[in-house]
């Protein structure tokens, strides 16, 4: 019997569905079960940054039951994910094994019977091809991931006891990907506050003709008695354009806006001489295009469709996709390929024809260019592993589990289909008095892959202006719409994960971890959807940016990913990438050390303290900020500012749900009647009063 060794106990199961288990045994590791401890920065800096791996805490049963296992089994198969972290679970599981020889910084591979099988779907043809052609353990992979690792520890375990010293603060991090992640979000705040907002007026008119041919009952433009309308933007006078751009410089490159030169001082007088003008139609343009559908998805594309259409954070997303990928689902779902497998793409073929017919199939396949320029080709996009729209599984999966396979699902096969047919019609209306405005539609001549992706642009747009040049229009009114110029919009998940992954800033598997840990440390909050900087972060980010500008560079940190592509290429040695980076490092660092300047992060607020007439203040702890009185330690007054969960509910007494923390630092939601209403929860189905099996967390005082 062969021992294969996955991370995931759904892996596990998945597997144990579709193999002989006289022929396997399936063990399921729980994740990592070694890494660097928590308590040391564990770098032997004078042995080429040798890592002093340990047995994770809590993990030593099951490295115990896996070596009796492999014992006992004489044949081991490593299983785990394809990426970068999934070999490194395989090399920690076969060096505790004894299969691997480590003279660092070399690593070789003890037991040439070692077998690593790779995979991008768990499914019975996929798991069949991966046995019968197994791999051995993918060193350059292993040391990739080594080096991610010991750079990030190198400046975390570095920095942050630096930031303790300046701020009194013994909780506070920087990183390496996340000080750049939330750099991007203090820039961009700066950049707000600093955009110049200005007034000013976009003008439409609205305009009937009779139709010449009488009533249009197809058409829902044409009303009883033939009467056609049309709303149309004023666009220029005498040839001279109403709108102008701007474009300024950002932290991340150009932002370009637009305003007209209508405002306060000469909409009235415009308005009025519009209302008395003659029009005519003296321009119809139009264009039939082709529309194609998007690519399939990709991991970035993945979360920020999840959270645009369902508000899904970029963590519940993966979370959802590793269950999806588990339970055979799903390709896997950490990818930055738009590549699909040829038998996915024909059996798509095969589905469109049959669904919706012989017209909406492609003859050949479609494929798609990545924009990336280190996206790994070998892999493929998110996909579905059968062509079944309904999610079928011997597991109960929640809603959105649904929501989520259902976007996939959508998105795969649409990709598939035929392009859309549009036609684009523009319409100039010019008065006598040389006032143009312009109008422009568009007509769906052929639905194409809009069909199954979405409907209601097709609907919404079937029908098309049934106007004629010269034709006379009567000017029904005019309308002026107030607006000021927009400043660059501040990063939601979605927007935030798209520049990074533009930048070439972190990579697929670690979006989410860091969106994650700059809100864990308080350093962002939420306002709705979008992110703002807390003083904290903001003073954090500024400090760390002046003292180490070449570390928190987007294109540094940009070539240090690609570093690390090229060292799972082996295009690169990793000991000196770690080298090069290291040296300049250090002695910014030491010149740091130097500066006894402390930070200083505290925010007035209104108000006076109840018990020493002092001013209140913010400050910040590793629970979030909170009100306390600036004469501390004379005066110890403090005060919560819990955090308010929007649009929900306490189910026992129709109280705000806030965000409290247990004594473990664990977060949990509880009303703020407390303690006159005990009602708490861990999640989000807490909340809602749906039925878990999770333990209530206990409210204290």
Not at 131 to 158: C, H, M, S
Request: aromatic share 10%.
């Amino acid at each position: 019997m062969a021992l294969i060794i996955v991370e995931s106990p759904t892996k596990a199961r998945t597997f144990n569905r579709i193999l002989d288990p006289k022929d396997y045994f399936v063990f399921a590791t729980m994740g990592h079960i070694r890494d660097l401890p928590t308590n040391k920065i564990s770098i032997d800096y004078s042995n080429n940054f040798k890592p002093d791996y340990t047995i994770i805490k809590n993990k030593e049963k099951i490295v115990d039951k896996l070596k009796n296992l492999a014992y006992e089994n004489k044949e081991i198969i490593l299983a785990t994910d394809p990426d970068r972290e999934g070999e490194s679970i395989s090399y920690h599981v076969a060096y505790l094994l004894d299969k691997i020889k480590e003279n660092w910084p070399e690593i070789e591979i003890k037991d040439k019977d070692l077998k690593r099988i790779v995979f991008h779907e768990i499914t019975p043809k996929a798991l069949e091809e991966a046995l019968e052609n197994p791999l051995t353990l993918r060193i350059n992979l292993v040391k990739a991931q080594q080096a991610r690792r010991i750079l990030d520890r190198v400046v975390g375990y570095e920095l942050s006891p630096l930031l303790w010293k300046k701020t009194g603060k013994n909780w506070l991090s920087a990183g390496r990907v996340q000080t750049v992640a939330l750099r991007l979000i203090v820039e961009r705040e700066k950049e707000i506050k600093n955009f110049k907002i200005e007034d000013y007026y976009q003008v439409y008119g609205n305009f009937t003709s009779e139709h010449p041919r009488g009533v249009n009952q197809v058409n829902p433009e044409i009303h009883p008695g033939g009467e056609f309308r049309i709303k149309a933007k004023l666009f220029s006078k005498d040839n001279v354009d109403y709108e102008q751009k701007t474009t300024i410089s950002l932290f991340t490159g150009d932002y370009t806006y637009t305003k007209t030169t209508i405002n306060k001082d000469n909409i009235e007088a415009l308005k009025q001489d519009l209302q008395t003008d003659q029009y005519q139609v003296t321009n119809i343009s139009e264009e039939v295009i082709k529309r194609y559908p998007p690519p399939p998805f990709t991991t970035s594309l993945l979360q920020q469709d999840a959270f645009y259409k369902f508000g899904f954070p970029s963590k519940m997303t993966m979370s959802l996709a590793q269950g999806l990928y588990e339970r055979g689902l799903i390709t896997y779902h950490r990818t930055d390929s738009f590549n699909l497998s040829s038998s996915f793409v024909f059996k798509a073929k095969d589905y469109i024809r049959e669904t919706y017919g012989e017209n909406y199939a492609l003859e050949k396949p479609r494929g798609f260019k990545t924009k990336s320029k280190m996206a790994q080709e070998a892999h493929e996009a998110i996909r579905p592993t059968r062509l079944n729209p309904n999610l079928k599984t011997t597991e109960k999966l929640t809603t959105n589990y649904r929501k989520l396979y259902s976007l996939i699902f959508t998105r795969s096969v649409a990709c598939q289909m035929k392009e859309a047919e549009i036609k684009v019609i523009k319409i100039s209306i010019e008065g006598s008095k040389k006032y143009l405005f312009k109008s422009e539609t568009e007509q769906v001549l052929f639905d194409g892959f809009f069909k199954l992706l979405n409907p209601k642009f097709v609907e919404a747009n079937k029908s098309k202006p049934n106007v004629q040049i010269n034709q006379s229009l009567e000017q029904k009114s005019i309308e002026e719409e107030s607006l000021q110029t927009k400043p660059p919009p501040r990063y939601n998940e979605a927007s935030l994960i798209r520049i990074l992954e533009e930048k070439g800033i972190g990579r697929p598997s670690t979006y989410a971890p860091i969106i994650s840990l700059i809100q864990t440390k308080n350093y962002v909050e939420k306002d709705g959807r979008y992110f703002i900087p807390t003083s904290l972060g903001s003073t954090i980010c500024d400090y760390l940016s002046l003292s180490f500008p070449n570390l928190f560079d987007l294109n540094f940190t940009a070539s240090m990913e690609d570093d690390l592509d090229k060292i799972a290429n082996n295009e690169k040695n990793y000991i000196s990438v770690l080298n090069d980076f290291y040296n300049p490092f250090k002695i910014s660092l030491e010149e740091r050390k130097k500066d006894n300047t402390p930070i200083n992060i505290e925010d007035k607020v209104e108000g006076i303290c109840p018990e020493c007439k002092g001013n209140l203040i913010n400050r910040f702890s590793r629970f979030g900020k909170f009100i306390a009185c600036s004469n501390f330690p004379k005066c110890k007054y403090t005060k919560s500012i819990l955090k308010t969960v929007k649009g929900k509910k306490c189910h026992k007494c129709g109280g705000d749900v806030v965000v409290r923390y247990s004594k473990s630092k664990r977060r949990f939601y509880g009303c703020s009647n407390y303690p006159k209403c005990d009602f708490s929860a861990w999640s989000w189905a807490g909340i809602l009063n749906v039925k878990t099996s999770i333990s209530k967390p206990k409210l204290k005082s």
